[in-house]
Structures are given as C-alpha cells and as structure tokens.
C-alpha cells in the first residue's frame, strides 16, 4: 500500500527565489529531499485565480511568466515538468458535483514553478495545477479540498503556493531590509495557533477576525490555498512551519507541511 503523501503550503514570495540560493530555497531543497518521491504533483496556485474550476490536462504543460518587471533572466527560466493528463481527469471525478473544465491552455504559473523547480529540480515528477474559483467564498475552497484526500493515499503531493500575510501596498520595495510590521506578525501568530490548535473555523472565516486579518489579506487569492492544505488534515497528523520568515515587512513566507 502506498503510503500516505503530505500535504505543504509555501509561502512563494517572489519568482525571483527560482533563480536565487537563500533560505526559503535552501529549505524548499531539504523539504524535496526529505520527500518520498510523488507519482505526481497537485498544485493549489494564488495565480490561477479565475471563475469557474479547472484543472490542466496537457501532457507537456507550458512555463507561465505571469508577472513583469523583472531581469530577462527569468523570463527565460524554463520549468519544463511533465503533464498528467490522467490525474486531472482523477481531480474531475473526485471533485464531482462541481463541474471542472479540463484546461489544455494555462500550464505552470510562477506559483508552482518557482517553488518546485527547487523541491524538485530534477524535473521529472508530473505536475497538475487546479484553479481556484474567484467567484466562490473561502468555505467552498475549503470544502471541495476535502473531496482530494484519496489523492494521498494514490501517491499525490498536494501543495498550495502562496502567501499567509501578502499586501504588496505595504511591501518595502527597493529598500533597506524592514522588520515585519506588527500587524502581520500578529495575524501569522494568530494563525499558527489556530493551526496548531486544529481549529480552521476561524480560519475560513478569516475575514471576520481582525483589522489585522484585513491588512494582512487584502484579497483572498494568496490565502486561500492554504484552506485547500489545512482541509486535508487527518486526525492523527500534527501541522509543522519547516520554513518561516517575513519579507518587505508584509510578505509572511512561512511554510505549513501536514504531517
């Protein structure tokens, strides 16, 4: 019987880190190797944010430079991982009633690429991305994560890709190193208690919680691929933070890995 894979939310910060060597790449590296090796790879991305669900189902998926602004370097950058057309129409069957196109255009965005080029660097685990629903509360995400949980015992590392704290208004661009503003520490702590306390109520109901939980979400679609890592949590399987670390003083990279 194949063993039951992990699921992991990385705070990606910025595509940069796919070019870079420093200590969220460093420690994506360590997660990778300390990984057993996935059949296949489903990813949650914050840059696949649109209406209706979808899920990629070309063989060959292409790399997405969906951002601007940056050196030619990486736009150059090629994560060329295969595709597996059979697990997206395994994500389809499971996520049933809610209708999921099979997409044969987006490919791999940022989100996932610049985050696995380093778990995985070799390149050689399929990889699927499935949309996240604009449309939709945080609930639904929440709720239809739970209908992927054989996706586990079959062998598929599930990921979301995102930030826990992102408000890029208040990022220090182009300056000195900042320490992280109080109120995105103050909603990061009050999230890994709820984490650690098991408790993803408040979580799902993040918009409720505080004027920091506005700050620190401003919009929803760097956060909700967390809710899709947390509603696969077991009984019996504890959160961990492998990875922690505020950039620009409001960009939390903090990584969550169940178990």
Do not use: C
């Amino acid at each position: 019987m194949t063993a039951r894979m992990p699921v992991i939310f990385f705070g990606h910060g910025n595509p940069m880190n796919a070019l870079l060597r420093n200590a969220y790449t460093e420690g994506w590296r360590r997660i990778g190797n300390a990984l057993p090796k996935p059949k296949a790879v489903l990813a949650i991305s914050a840059h696949w944010y649109r209406p209706g669900t979808a899920v990629t189902a070309m063989p060959r998926p292409r790399t997405i430079h969906d951002f601007g602004g940056f050196p030619r370097e990486l736009f150059e950058f090629q994560y060329p991982a295969p595709g597996s057309p059979e697990l997206a129409q395994r994500v389809r069957e499971l996520l049933q009633p809610v209708e999921v196109e099979l997409d044969n255009d987006w490919g791999l965005d940022h989100g996932t690429w610049s985050v696995l080029s380093h778990v995985f660097p070799d390149v050689d685990v399929p990889i699927v991305q499935l949309s996240m629903d604009e449309t939709q509360p945080a609930s639904f995400h929440y709720d239809i994560a739970k209908q992927l949980a054989p996706l586990r015992d079959e062998g598929v590392l599930i990921i979301g890709s995102g930030n826990l704290v992102h408000n890029l208004q208040a990022y220090a661009w182009d300056r000195h190193p900042v320490e992280p503003f109080d109120w995105a520490l103050r909603f990061e702590q009050q999230a890994r208690e709820f984490l650690l306390q098991r408790n993803h109520q408040p979580l799902i109901a993040y918009e409720t919680l505080s004027r920091d939980a506005m700050l620190a979400v401003p919009t929803p679609e760097h956060y909700l691929p967390l809710l899709y890592v947390v509603s696969l949590q077991q009984p019996d399987e504890h959160v961990s933070f492998p990875i922690e670390g505020v950039e620009g003083g409001s960009i939390s990279m903090l990584t969550v890995s169940i178990p």
